[in-house]
């Protein structure tokens, strides 16, 4: 037997029996997919908005950064229950490694998307300098969820609902 962890473990073979197939989906649509785009889009947009803000002081920049901060959060918590359901519900998902690392990353961003949110409610004099380091610190993260989320469909064939159609 291979010591690399190569496709010859008896361990790695019992789990690429097991089914990998998106439970939470409309149609053959897997709603995980669709309402990631959300978070990742609000959270680039809150840091920008930080930006600006911290460029050219226009409070148009703040009330953005408000709604694009509750925007991220709100779309963070919607895409981080469904996957949490596939998680939980899909046995080849929840025994691979690599949903769990990419799922306690995507829940540390959805803490951070809420604290950014919830610092601008308080007091908007929080912006500069904490919601632009959150923010900056929130894209990394985004990155960093997004990056595994892809590694799980795109190395781990994960999540795919392969159609019996031609
Ligand atoms: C509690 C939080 C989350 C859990 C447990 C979770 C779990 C999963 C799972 C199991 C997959 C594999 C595909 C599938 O079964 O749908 C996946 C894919 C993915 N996730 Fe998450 N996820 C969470 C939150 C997020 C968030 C907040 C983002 C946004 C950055 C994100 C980004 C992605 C991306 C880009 C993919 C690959 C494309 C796809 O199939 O959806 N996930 N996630």
Request: hydrophobic content about 55%; glycine content about 12%.
């Amino acid at each position: 037997m291979s010591e690399t962890g190569d496709s010859s473990s008896p361990v790695l073979q019992k789990i690429a029996e097991q089914d990998v197939t998106s439970t939470v989906a409309v149609a053959g649509h897997p709603l995980h997919a669709m309402t990631v785009h959300f978070p990742i889009a609000f959270v680039i947009a809150t840091l920008g908005s930080d930006v600006f803000f911290w460029w050219s002081a226009d409070p148009f920049w703040v009330r953005t950064g408000i709604w694009a901060s509750g925007a991220a959060f709100i779309g963070g918590m919607a895409a981080g229950l469904i996957g949490t359901a596939e998680l939980l519900l899909v046995p080849g998902i929840r025994a691979r490694v690599a949903s769990w690392t990419h799922a306690v990353a995507a829940m540390m961003l959805i803490a951070l998307c809420g604290l950014n949110w919830g610092i601008r409610l308080a007091d908007e004099n929080l912006i500069l300098p904490n919601g632009l380091l959150i923010s900056m610190l929130a894209a990394v993260f985004t990155g960093f969820a997004g990056w595994h989320g892809g590694k799980l469909v795109f190395d781990h064939g994960v999540g795919l609902m392969i159609s019996e159609k031609e």
